[in-house]
């Protein structure tokens, strides 16, 4: 897609500060963190989001969450985390391709406001 922020910084047009990559998806920090460790996930083949997601491109979900659980041992995240993929307006989705959220190093809230 050639309009989609997460594409463009997936490509490297955009920079950003990368914290794990392979065939399938892209992981980097976040510009606007909301927890002292705050990073994204993406698969690199664009979906707009979680409701895009069919029996037949999931397979990439699955590798995401086992990706995080490895860097959340990488990077030391032993008191937890959270993983959250927003979508659509209520859902809080500002960027139209599919990423997940991966929070840590305080005590979230829960339920989310
Ligand atoms: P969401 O609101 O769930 O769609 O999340 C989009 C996230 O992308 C937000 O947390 C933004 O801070 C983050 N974001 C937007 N632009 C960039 C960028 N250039 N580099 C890293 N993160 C970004
Ligand atoms: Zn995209």
Known sequence: MSDCLFCKIIAGEIPSKKVYEDDLCYAFYDIDPQAPTHFLVVPKA?????DA????????????????????????????YRVVAN???????????????VLAGRSLAW???
């Not at 997601?53 to 032993?78: C, F, M, P, Q």
């Not at 209520?90 to 391709?97: A, I, Y």
């Open 111 to 113: 339920p989310p406001g």
């Open 46 to 50: 664009h979906l707009s989001g979680p």
């Open 53 to 80: 997601v069919t029996d037949e491109n999931s397979a990439v979900v699955g590798h995401i969450y086992a990706v995080i659980a490895r860097l959340s041992k990488e990077l030391g995240l032993e008191n937890g």
């Open 87 to 101: 979508c659509g307006k209520d859902g809080g989705q500002t960027v139209g391709h599919l990423h997940f959220h």
